[in-house]
């Protein structure tokens, strides 16, 4: 069974950091792309970016990058997400998905966790 646990995510000042994790069980994370997805209250789902199974490669959306870093430890079956200077507007539940092929479009993607909130406020 492919399980995707994302945790991490919390209550943050602007301009504060947080590192999101994405930890697999059931499948082995070196052979997949992993997508990074955000989704605030009343607005579609938004790519956040990707790292790619093949080379280590990243995407990131224009909105974010710079911003944020993508990762990936084979070795504890594990991506994360780092995202620095945090803004209120980043306030969203934010999802991994995986699949063979990196992407920052959602439908692409076979397999999603079930979140984690970020809130950024003073």
């Known amino acids: 069974q492919v399980q995707l646990v994302e945790s991490g995510g919390g209550l943050v000042q602007p301009g504060g950091s947080l590192r999101l994790s994405c930890a697999a069980s059931?499948?082995?994370?070196?052979?997949?792309?992993i997508g990074w997805f955000r989704q605030a209250p009343g607005k579609e789902r938004e790519g956040v970016g990707c790292i790619s199974s093949s080379d280590g490669s990243t995407a990131y959306s224009d909105s974010m990058k710079g911003r944020l870093t993508i990762s990936r430890d084979n070795a504890k079956n594990t991506v994360y997400l780092q995202v620095n200077s945090l803004k209120p507007e980043d306030t969203a539940v934010y999802y991994c998905a995986a699949d063979p092929h990196c992407s920052i479009m959602w439908s692409m993607y076979d397999y999603w966790g079930q979140g984690t909130q970020v809130s950024v406020s003073s």
């Open positions: 059931g499948l082995t994370l070196r052979y997949y792309a």
